[in-house]
Each structure stands twice: as structure tokens, then as C-alpha cells.
């Protein structure tokens, strides 16, 4: 799977208005356990692949935790990493379906279902 990396809100804004297809924005960071976690079991399960192939995968890495870190975590009110965030082709969120946390690769996949992909 290939993340595209996105730093700040602008460059998410633009992405979601260029996209043409779902979204996914997973939320990342170096000390992150859970992360690496959804790095290493979840996002590399082949079926997992199957499910985002369709999709714009982007991911913000907020390690630094600097100003433009902050801004992307503040717009969806996130306290830190792990968070996926999904929208649909028109670049609205997906409300009710963010995954929060580690998840396997099966219960991924029902978090996948339930945004549609």
C-alpha cells in the first residue's frame, strides 16, 4: 500500500477536493505502538490491500508534533495518534465510521464495510 504524506490542512483540503474517489487519512507517529501495530498486521493483510485498492490512501505523520501537526489533529478532534479518518469521493467524512486505536485486520475489514469500501 502507498500512503501519500500530507503535512497540513491545506495540502488534506486539497487532496480530499482532487481526490475523485474515497478517502482514507490515517493519522501516524514515530513513539506511536499502536501504530506500527496498524503498520505492520492490519495495513499489510492482503485483503485489507484489496479493500483500500479503489481509495486515495493519505497519511499524516505527526511525530513532530509541531503547528501544522496540531492543526491537522485539532480539525478532527484527535488527542494523538492512532486515528483513520474516511470520506467519500466528494471529500465529505465519512461520520460514524473512524477507527480510533489498533485494530486486526478482521476487524478492520469491518471498519472498511461499514465506510463503504
Given at each position: ?8 490542512v491545506t495540502e488534506l483540503d486539497d487532496a480530499l477536493r482532487s481526490a475523485g474517489r ?35 490512501l493519505l497519511k499524516a505523520d505527526v511525530t513532530a508534533n509541531n503547528a ?50
Amino acid at each position: 500500500m502507498s500512503f501519500r504524506k500530507i503535512s497540513t490542512v491545506t495540502e488534506l483540503d486539497d487532496a480530499l477536493r482532487s481526490a475523485g474517489r474515497p478517502v482514507m487519512l490515517d493519522f501516524y507517529a514515530d513513539w506511536c505502538v499502536s501504530c506500527k501495530e496498524m503498520e505492520r498486521f492490519t495495513f499489510t493483510d492482503t485483503r485489507v490491500q484489496a479493500k483500500l485498492a479503489g481509495a486515495l490512501l493519505l497519511k499524516a505523520d505527526v511525530t513532530a508534533n509541531n503547528a501544522g501537526d496540531r492543526e491537522l489533529l485539532k480539525r478532527f478532534k484527535l488527542f494523538g495518534p492512532p486515528g483513520t479518518i474516511f470520506f467519500d469521493a466528494k471529500g465529505e467524512e465519512l461520520t460514524g465510521v473512524r477507527v480510533i486505536g489498533f485494530q486486526d485486520a478482521d476487524r478492520f475489514l469491518q471498519s472498511l464495510q461499514a465506510a463503504g469500501l
